[in-house]
C-alpha cells in the first residue's frame, strides 16, 4: 500500500493554474452561428472549457437566448454554471457533471447523461430524453430536473429541494438522506429507498425493492395528486395510474438530545 | 480512480487492439499510471504465453542483459522439459515476451516451473488469450507492442491510477486467472476483505504475484471455474463473497461478462448494439469507437451479465 503521486497537469496535457482551473488562458472560440435571439455550434472539437466559454459569450455578451450546442460527444461539466434565463439544447449525450451548477437556464439533452446531471442546480429546468448515470440531481437546491429513461443509483443524495422526474425506473438508495424537496419516479426503484431522509417526499408509481432506513409511507393527499398531474403534464409523461408516497419516519431526529458526555458536563 | 473498458464483436472478429486503444486513451486522465490489455485472437492450436523477465522501473546491473537473455534461455528449456514442443520465443520488448509451443498437460505446473526463474511473471497463458501491459498511457503500450493491428473477436482494458500498491508490471490490469487458460479480469475499484480471501486462496495452492486486491478476482474466479461452476455463477456468487466497491470485467475465450457491486459504487455505462457490445467507465470511452448517436445506460446494482462472441 505505497502512496503515489497524483497525475501531473502534464501527465493528463492539460495547464492548470494555481486554483486548478483547467486552461486558464482559454478563450471562447467564437465559433458560433448567430441569428437574431439563436445561435448554434459544433462542439466536436472543442474542450469542455472552450464549449462553456463560449456559452458564456453568447449568453452574456451576445444576449443569445437559445443556443443548440453539436456534437458534445459525452464530454464531461458541459453547460455548467450558468447564471441567467436563457433556453440550450444540446443535441446528443454527455459526460459527468452535464448541466450542473446552473441558476436559470433551460436545458434540453436529447441524448443521455452521465454521473451528477444537474448537480447543485439552483433554479431552472433540464430534461434528458434518454438515460441518466448514478447522482442524477446530487444536492439540488431547485428547478426541475426531469429523465425520460431510466436513472442509476442514488438519485437526488442530498437533494435541498426542487423536483426530480424519472419517467423509468431508478437504481439503490434514492434519495439518500434527502433534505428537501421531491421525487416522482414512474417506474421501479432499487433496494434502500429514501434511507436517512430528512425532510421531502418520493412519489413512486412502480415498486420499492426495499426501505432504506426510517423511510416510510405516507397517505397520497388530494394535493400530491394535483403535483403530480401538474409535473406529469408539463412534461407530457405517462401517468401511471397509482402512486405510492414515502416520507421520513423522523425515528432518527435526535437533534435536541444531549449525547452521554455532554449530559455530565452541563450537569 | 482506474478506468476499465471492454469490446465484443459478435459478428466475427474486428481491430479490437485499435479500438480499444482508442477506448483507453479517451480515458486517460482515469489513470496514468500504466494501461493494460487482455485481447482474444483467432484460437490457434499452440498455445500462447506472454510473459515478463523484469520490470521497467527496475535499475539495470551490470549483468541486466546477460540475465535477462539467460533467464529468457531458461523458460525455453523449462518448457521443453515440461513436455512442451516450443514452436518460438520472441521478445516483445527488453524484458516481455510472447511464446507460443505446443502443450498437452496441465498448466499450473508448467506456469509453477516458469515462475520459478527469478523475475519471471507469467502475463497470460491460453489459447486464444494475450494480455499485454506495461508503464504510461494506452497509446505507449500499442505503440510499444504493436497492439494496432491485433485482430480478434473481444478485448478488456485498464488504465490504472494505483492506489493500493505500486506502479509496476505486477501491480497493472488486466489479470490472467492463473492457472486458468484463457480467463483474464480487470477491475475499478477497492476490496476490503482481501487479506482474508488471498490467505483462503493461497492455502488452496494458488499463487499470486502482486500485492494488488484486484488479483483476488480472477483467482476467485478461476477457482470457481475449475470447480464446474459457470461464469455467470461465479460472477453471481463473487458478489456475495468480495467485500467493498467495485466494477469488474472478465473474459473467457468465448465470452465477455461484467459484474457492479450491491451499492453501484463505481461506474459503468453500456451500449448494446446488433453485433457488437461496447463497455466502459465513461461514455466518452465508447464514443471513441462508436462516435454517432448510440443507446446506452449503466447497470444497476448487483448487475452481472454476460455476452458471447
Known sequence: ?267 | MCGIAGIIHTDGPGDVGAEMTKMLQSMKHRGPDSAGYALYGEPSELVVMRFKLADPNETSDFDYTERLERNRREVESRLSKIGATVDRVEGESAYAYRATFRYEGELKPLADYVEDIPGCEVLSLGHSLEIVKDLGDAQTVADQYRLDRFRGTHAIGHVRMATESDVDIAGAHPYWAYPFSDVAVVHNGQLTNYHQWRRRLERNGHRFQSECDSEIIAVYLAERLADGTSLETAMKQSLEDLDGVFTYLVVTEDSLGMAKDAMAAKPLVLHEGEDLVALASEESAIRAVLPHEIDSYDPYESEVLVWSR
Open chain 1, 1 to 267: 500500500m505505497v502512496a503515489m503521486n497524483p497525475p501531473t497537469d502534464q501527465d493528463r496535457g492539460v495547464r492548470r493554474d494555481i486554483r486548478g482551473l483547467a486552461e486558464p488562458d482559454a478563450e471562447a472560440p467564437k465559433v458560433a452561428r448567430v441569428e437574431g435571439g439563436t445561435a448554434t455550434f459544433d462542439a466536436a472539437d472543442l474542450s469542455p472549457r472552450q464549449v462553456n466559454l463560449e456559452l458564456r459569450r453568447l449568453i452574456y455578451d451576445e444576449g443569445v437566448r437559445e443556443v443548440t450546442v453539436e456534437n458534445p460527444g459525452a464530454k464531461h461539466s458541459l453547460a455548467v454554471g450558468l447564471l441567467a434565463r436563457c433556453r440550450i439544447t444540446i443535441d446528443g449525450s454527455l459526460g459527468y457533471f452535464g448541466a450542473t451548477l446552473g441558476d436559470g437556464p433551460e436545458i434540453h439533452i436529447t441524448g443521455r447523461v452521465g454521473w451528477s446531471v444537474a448537480e447543485n442546480m439552483m433554479s431552472g429546468v433540464v430534461v434528458i430524453d434518454k438515460n441518466a448515470g448514478s447522482l442524477t440531481g446530487a444536492a439540488m437546491r431547485g428547478g426541475d430536473l426531469v429523465v425520460r429513461g431510466h436513472v442509476g443509483a442514488r438519485t437526488g443524495i442530498d437533494q435541498k429541494g426542487g423536483t426530480i422526474v424519472v419517467g423509468g425506473n431508478a437504481g439503490s438508495m434514492t434519495g439518500f438522506m434527502m433534505q428537501r424537496g421531491r421525487q416522482i419516479i414512474c417506474g421501479d426503484v432499487g433496494p434502500g429507498m429514501g434511507d436517512s431522509m430528512y425532510d421531502g417526499a418520493i412519489y413512486v408509481g412502480g415498486s420499492v425493492a426495499t426501505l432504506g432506513v426510517d423511510c416510510i409511507e405516507a397517505e397520497l393527499t388530494p394535493d400530491d395528486e394535483e403535483l403530480l398531474d401538474r409535473k406529469l403534464g408539463i412534461y407530457r409523461m405517462d401517468r401511471p395510474d397509482t402512486f405510492r408516497k414515502f416520507v421520513c419516519g423522523k425515528q432518527l431526529y435526535n437533534y435536541d438530545n444531549l449525547e452521554p458526555s455532554e449530559r455530565k458536563l452541563v450537569l
